[in-house]
């Protein structure tokens, strides 16, 4: 009888501790963030859960205006942070969706490049801190290029009719109407509706040469020999350069577009605290080297680009002329006219 009591009583303590295990694994400490498509590895995230125990939970999103979108409606709460490229930044502060970073954590900020730092979008840096930058390159296939007789120098030759059904680009309005304004010789950061609508006739010529838009992985289409010319971030023209030997940039007469893109921490946030321990992680030469080898977007970490190999470093997608970085154009901050914008790149979609 007391065996039986005694094996019943063991059966129940197993029990208890078994789910008071189950309730400390579910309890692990989380960072809720939103971040772009195919832009931080998971092996990063491992990484940061291993040393710190706090397990990065990521949502994604194509655009900003897609983030944007999501956090006004779903409010900030979703998430504790993001990635948010410059032009926004300062429409999400003014809308109350952030809050102020307390750069005392950041052990790391050192390591970041003064030229992207204190920039008009955030002087003093209270509320963003750079992540990485991305330039809208124009990725060619060398040899489709030559086989259609297709040479590209300025924008206007994306409209030459050999390129129908050859070309990706990124699924973002403000780079694709930018490039079209670009091409008009107009300010891609203005604000007059006139300007903005007289792209349309320039993209709806664009429009039959476009076999996709993607900003996900544009670089499948580039590196399968499935498109002859890409509109596409640099980070896929790196990647689909490491993969096809025909893949290379170009520039054009007219600038490209660039935007910064930084981390952000959302006004209601509930892990604060640990949302700065993991920019000070990716901060570390060695952790963003970690996401350059993947993801090889224009290297904001100065210390890393003292570390970068040569496979970085060689490759024109991913370490793009300094001079062009130079005289790229920051995607700036348009207020209300982003719907003019959003229109036309619309029209252009679906007419």
């Keep these: 009888m007391k065996k039986r009591y005694f094996a019943l009583l063991l059966t129940v303590v197993l029990g208890i501790t078994a789910l008071s295990g189950c309730g400390k694994a579910n309890s692990k400490e989380k960072l809720y963030l939103y971040n772009w498509t195919e832009y931080i590895p998971q092996e990063v995230y491992d990484a940061f859960e291993e040393e710190t125990g706090i397990q990065v939970v990521e949502s994604t999103f194509s655009s900003n205006e897609e983030m944007l979108a999501k956090l006004t409606a779903g409010g900030t709460e979703q998430y504790d942070m993001v990635i948010a490229s410059n032009y926004v930044v300062e429409a999400m502060r003014e809308q109350g969706m952030l809050q102020k970073i307390d750069k005392e954590n950041l052990t790391n900020l050192g390591n970041m490049s003064d030229t992207v730092m204190g920039l008009p979008f955030d002087p003093e840096n209270e509320y963003s801190i750079p992540y990485m930058s991305t330039i809208t390159v124009i990725a060619i296939n060398t040899k489709k290029c030559q086989e259609l007789g297709v040479e590209i120098k300025k924008f206007d030759d994306l409209l030459n009719p050999a390129l129908e059904n050859n070309i990706v680009i990124v699924d973002d309005v403000r780079e694709i109407v ?93 892990n604060k605290e640990n949302a700065e321990k993991f920019m000070d992680f990716v901060m570390r030469p060695d952790i963003y080297k970690m996401i350059l080898e993947e993801f090889p977007g224009v290297c904001l970490n100065d210390a890393t680009l003292e570390i970068l190999d040569e496979a970085y470093l060689n490759n024109p997608g991913s370490n793009v002329d300094a001079a062009e970085v130079a005289r790229a154009n920051l995607v700036g901050e348009v207020g209300d006219a982003v719907t003019w914008y959003d229109e036309v790149f619309t029209k252009m979609k679906t007419n």
Excluded: H, M
């Design 178 to 270: 930018g490039i079209a304004l670009k091409a008009q010789g107009q300010d891609s950061n203005t604000r007059d509706q006139a300007v903005i609508e007289a792209t349309l006739p320039w993209l709806e010529q664009l429009k039959p040469n476009v076999k996709a838009y993607d900003s996900d992985s544009p670089k499948t289409l580039l590196a399968a020999n499935d498109v002859a010319v890409g509109v596409v971030y640099n980070i896929d023209a790196g990647q689909a350069i490491k993969e096809n030997e025909d893949i290379d940039v170009v520039f054009t007469e007219e600038p490209c577009e660039i935007s910064i893109d930084s981390f952000v921490i959302t006004a209601d946030a509930k």
